[in-house]
């Protein structure tokens, strides 16, 4: 249960409870030893917070705003401005594990114990990660204490909900059992919509003595969701409504994830240990969509009664394997204290896609009325009728194979050379190859390329309770795909740095607990990709850069008062000129970067306390986005937003809890993303959610 959270205090790797298996790449350092900043948002902020998607978690994290989802397929997310590889759902890590690669649909956040979002560059240890920094889902593994919950929900739109966890612990308690899954079925606020997802995560550990712990993690998803493309703007005719859903219900599109992960810790020493892993993962994206069309076959931008549409069939699968293993260790040279992380990483990753697309031609300006409605597949604006046409027969877009491999050398240095001031230095070498068979030319491509990352870092300990640090790190990311000439891609590069001030302020204050921070950051970024002209095959833009100041402060009082607040601001733009060749457009230095704000803000706080005796919590939040770029090379810009939700929760009996929030209080108009004016994802208009949990 939620009543009290002092758990809302926990803001780095060391203060975040680990169960048998330590996270990789990322050492045992104190949370004012780290010269970055690592946010850890907490189960307990999730639930206030009415989370269950990785999206929904994203939004307490100001550096991180929401980009172009692919309609609601995947999850998509820029950190201090910049996203990775337009091909695919942006890359984040399960327990250092590759997860956003491959097509396993939006993320489900139950059995998820620490969304981590690791800022700044990364790439020096973890590898390929979205150039802005790194998110990491830390998973609820066997604790060997046996306990659990289960949980039904309701809400707004006929969302219904059941999750449960059960921890089992056997025999001596050396072993255990986590039985984590879920179930959940929900129209929405648009139109004819519906989505069915269940999730199994089942996870095992045994403790081998004292020193040796192996664990294996299984991981199921199973969703069925139409693609959702959002509604359509236009300067005359402003935005077709937010309940206006431009595919058809019965057109839906099945995502499944298969994954397994192993992991062996065996600890030499006090200070010396060696972390194992291997994982494998099969995802798969099948089925069909109807997208709204872009400008010269669209009649909406000339009547605004009428939306013309296309039609796809995707069947994606793709195939992940990983092997790593890692040593860290503490030594002395010469009266230096020497923190020390290095290993060896693999991976290869099979990406097979199949794609028919049916696309009319340009309409020349007519309106709706003079157009065949089953040729454009028209959909009337202020009387939407489903069902209506035939499923067309569809032309072969894309047949293509492509198997992206790399071996990774990573080691990293943290050194004390005083109490008070000390150093990081390490780098990461890196070897790739790319083979790309697009069978539907007969053309195969091949290439390596080999790249070292360095990293460098200071942290300058003030005082016990306040910490100064600069870092510095180069990256790239392996990108996947080829241009429209068949060519694969050049690996994006980014450069980056931070200054930086931490404190804690449990060492500064009484009555209160948790850390604060404020960053002055600056990322620059090389070989962007952009879609080409058949919305299919991107090209490179070229160069971008942000810079930016974040404030964020994790605090819990004595009168059981817990406070998260993210704030950032991100100058984002392109330092060069280009063509955005699926709008036609050039965009020129200084052009922002799409979904990225100047500003945000997100703020939640929640109050524990008893009321007849009975435990209870009243808490809130805010989320405020500023205004945005909605499209490259246009002046097409998404309002700024401010959204409010309320929660509480009360335990009439113990061990039952029962809890109410209500999201978007006010009923606020508001758009999270877009891709371009005619793909852009509306919010949700206010609602409701009501649970009920049992706790054994």
Same mark, same amino acid.
């Given at each position: 249960?939620?009543?009290?959270?002092?758990?809302?205090?926990?803001?780095?790797?060391?203060?975040?409870?680990?169960?048998?298996?330590?996270?990789?790449?990322?050492?045992?350092?104190?949370?004012?030893?780290?010269?970055?900043?690592?946010?850890?948002?907490?189960?307990?902020?999730?639930?206030?917070?009415?989370?269950?998607?990785? +999206?929904?978690?994203?939004?307490?994290? &100001?550096?991180?705003?929401?980009?172009?989802?692919?309609?609601?397929?995947?999850? @998509?997310?820029?950190?201090?401005?910049?996203?990775?590889?337009?091909?695919?759902?942006?890359?984040?890590?399960?327990?250092?594990?590759? &997860?956003?690669?491959?097509?396993?649909?939006?993320?489900?956040?139950?059995?998820?114990?620490?969304?981590?979002?690791?800022?700044?560059?990364?790439?020096?240890?973890?590898?390929?990660?979205?150039?802005?920094?790194?998110?990491?889902?830390?998973?609820?593994?066997?604790?060997?204490?046996?306990?659990?919950?289960?949980?039904?929900?309701?809400?707004?739109?006929?969302?219904?909900?059941?999750?449960?966890?059960?921890?089992?612990?056997?025999?001596?308690?050396?072993?255990?059992?986590?039985?984590?899954?879920?179930?959940?079925?929900?129209?929405?606020?648009?139109?004819?919509?519906?989505?069915?997802?269940?999730? /199994?995560?089942?996870?095992?550990?045994?403790?081998?003595?004292?020193?040796?712990?192996?664990?294996?993690?299984?991981?199921?998803?199973?969703?069925?969701?139409?693609?959702?493309?959002?509604?359509?703007?236009?300067?005359?005719?402003?935005?077709?409504?937010?309940?206006?859903?431009?595919?058809?219900?019965?057109?839906?599109?099945?995502?499944?994830?298969?994954?397994?992960?192993?992991?062996?810790?065996?600890?030499?020493?006090?200070?010396?240990?060696?972390?194992?892993?291997?994982? *494998?993962?099969?995802?798969?994206?099948?089925? +069909?969509?109807?997208?709204?069309?872009?400008?010269?076959?669209?009649?909406?931008?000339?009547?605004?009664?009428?939306?013309?549409?296309? /039609?796809?069939?995707?069947?994606?699968?793709? +195939?992940?394997?990983?092997?790593?293993?890692?040593?860290?260790?503490?030594?002395?040279?010469?009266?230096? $204290?020497?923190?020390?992380?290095?290993?060896?990483?693999?991976?290869?990753?099979?990406?097979?896609?199949?794609?028919?697309?049916?696309?009319?031609?340009?309409?020349?300006?007519?309106?709706?009325?003079?157009?065949?409605?089953?040729?454009?597949?028209?959909?009337?604006?202020?009387?939407?009728?489903?069902?209506?046409? #035939?499923?067309?027969?569809?032309?072969?877009?894309?047949?293509? /194979?492509?198997?992206?491999?790399?071996?990774?050398?990573?080691?990293?240095?943290?050194?004390?050379?005083?109490?008070?001031?000390?150093?990081?230095?390490?780098?990461?070498?890196?070897?790739?190859?790319?083979?790309? #068979?697009?069978?539907?030319?007969?053309?195969?491509?091949?290439?390596?390329?080999?790249?070292?990352?360095?990293?460098?870092?200071?942290?300058?300990?003030?005082?016990?309770?306040?910490?100064?640090?600069?870092?510095?790190?180069?990256?790239?990311?392996?990108?996947?795909?080829? +241009?429209?000439?068949?060519?694969?891609?050049?690996?994006?590069?980014? $450069?980056?740095?931070?200054?930086?001030?931490?404190?804690?302020?449990?060492?500064? /204050?009484?009555?209160?607990?948790?850390?604060?921070?404020?960053?002055?950051?600056?990322?620059?970024?090389?070989?962007?990709?952009?879609?080409?002209?058949?919305?299919?095959?991107?090209?490179? &833009?070229?160069?971008?850069?942000?810079?930016?100041?974040?404030?964020?402060?994790?605090?819990?009082?004595?009168?059981?008062?817990? %406070?998260? %607040?993210?704030?950032? *601001?991100?100058?984002?733009?392109?330092?060069?000129?280009?063509?955005?060749? @699926?709008?036609?457009?050039?965009?020129?230095?200084?052009?922002?970067?799409?979904?990225?704000?100047?500003?945000?803000?997100?703020?939640?706080?929640?109050?524990?306390?008893?009321?007849?005796?009975?435990?209870?919590?009243?808490?809130?939040?805010?989320?405020?986005?500023? &205004?945005?770029?909605?499209?490259?090379?246009?002046?097409?810009?998404?309002?700024?937003? %401010?959204?409010?939700?309320?929660?509480?929760?009360?335990?009439?009996?113990?061990?039952?809890?029962?809890?109410?929030?209500?999201?978007?209080?006010?009923?606020?108009?508001?758009?999270?993303?877009?891709?371009?004016?005619?793909?852009?994802?509306?919010?949700?208009?206010? @609602?409701?959610?009501?649970?009920?949990?049992?706790?054994?």
């Amino acid at each position: 249960m939620a009543v009290s959270h002092p758990a809302y205090a926990q803001t780095s790797e060391d203060e975040i409870v680990t169960t048998g298996i330590r996270q990789a790449y990322q050492g045992e350092f104190e949370t004012l030893e780290v010269p970055q900043i690592n946010q850890a948002i907490t189960s307990e902020l999730l639930e206030d917070a009415g989370a269950f998607t990785l +999206d929904a978690a994203l939004d307490l994290s &100001a550096s991180v705003a929401r980009q172009n989802n692919f309609g609601g397929l995947w999850n @998509s997310f820029s950190i201090r401005g910049f996203s990775g590889d337009i091909n695919l759902p942006s890359g984040f890590l399960v327990n250092g594990f590759n &997860a956003g690669r491959g097509f396993a649909g939006p993320r489900d956040i139950v059995g998820i114990e620490t969304v981590e979002v690791l800022k700044g560059p990364r790439s020096a240890l973890y590898g390929r990660g979205e150039p802005g920094g790194t998110i990491n889902l830390v998973t609820k593994r066997p604790t060997l204490e046996n306990g659990g919950y289960v949980q039904a929900s309701y809400g707004s739109w006929n969302e219904f909900r059941v999750e449960g966890d059960s921890d089992i612990v056997f025999g001596d308690g050396s072993a255990g059992l986590r039985l984590i899954g879920f179930f959940e079925d929900a129209e929405s606020f648009r139109d004819e919509k519906e989505t069915q997802k269940y999730g /199994f995560y089942p996870s095992l550990r045994l403790d081998l003595g004292e020193a040796s712990t192996i664990s294996y993690e299984l991981e199921y998803t199973k969703q069925e969701l139409p693609q959702d493309r959002g509604v359509i703007y236009s300067e005359e005719f402003g935005y077709s409504p937010r309940e206006l859903f431009v595919g058809e219900p019965d057109a839906l599109i099945d995502t499944e994830v298969l994954g397994h992960r192993v992991e062996f810790q065996h600890d030499f020493s006090d200070d010396w240990s060696v972390l194992l892993g291997a994982g *494998y993962r099969e995802t798969s994206l099948f089925g +069909d969509a109807y997208e709204t069309n872009f400008g010269s076959r669209q009649p909406y931008f000339v009547d605004g009664e009428t939306i013309s549409r296309f /039609f796809r069939f995707r069947d994606y699968e793709t +195939d992940y394997f990983v092997l790593r293993g890692e040593v860290t260790g503490e030594f002395n040279t010469g009266g230096l $204290k020497h923190r020390l992380i290095a290993g060896v990483d693999y991976d290869s990753f099979d990406n097979d896609q199949v794609a028919n697309r049916f696309r009319q031609g340009s309409i020349g300006g007519a309106a709706s009325s003079s157009l065949d409605a089953e040729t454009y597949l028209l959909v009337d604006v202020d009387n939407p009728q489903y069902g209506l046409y #035939d499923r067309p027969d569809a032309a072969l877009q894309i047949d293509r /194979f492509e198997n992206l491999s790399g071996i990774g050398l990573y080691f990293q240095d943290q050194i004390d050379l005083t109490d008070k001031f000390q150093i990081r230095f390490g780098g990461r070498y890196d070897s790739f190859d790319q083979e790309l #068979d697009n069978r539907s030319s007969n053309v195969i491509e091949e290439s390596s390329n080999d790249y070292f990352s360095p990293q460098f870092g200071a942290v300058y300990r003030a005082t016990d309770a306040v910490s100064v640090y600069a870092s510095y790190g180069e990256g790239i990311r392996q990108l996947s795909g080829n +241009d429209p000439d068949g060519n694969a891609f050049d690996p994006n590069k980014t $450069k980056s740095a931070e200054f930086g001030v931490k404190a804690d302020l449990g060492g500064l /204050f009484q009555n209160v607990e948790g850390t604060a921070s404020a960053t002055l950051f600056k990322v620059e970024q090389s070989n962007i990709l952009v879609f080409g002209g058949n919305f299919t095959d991107p090209i490179p &833009a070229g160069e971008a850069e942000s810079k930016g100041l974040e404030l964020d402060a994790n605090l819990i009082f004595e009168n059981d008062i817990s %406070l998260w %607040l993210s704030y950032a *601001y991100t100058d984002g733009e392109y330092t060069n000129q280009g063509v955005d060749t @699926s709008t036609f457009t050039e965009f020129e230095p200084g052009s922002p970067l799409v979904n990225s704000p100047d500003h945000q803000l997100s703020l939640q706080m929640s109050k524990g306390f008893e009321f007849a005796e009975i435990p209870a919590e009243l808490g809130g939040g805010i989320l405020y986005v500023g &205004a945005r770029s909605g499209e490259l090379g246009t002046d097409y810009t998404l309002p700024d937003y %401010l959204t409010v939700r309320l929660f509480g929760e009360v335990e009439p009996i113990e061990n039952i809890a029962l809890r109410l929030s209500v999201d978007n209080l006010f009923d606020e108009t508001y758009y999270t993303d877009s891709f371009a004016s005619v793909w852009t994802q509306p919010g949700a208009p206010r @609602s409701f959610r009501v649970s009920a949990r049992y706790s054994f």
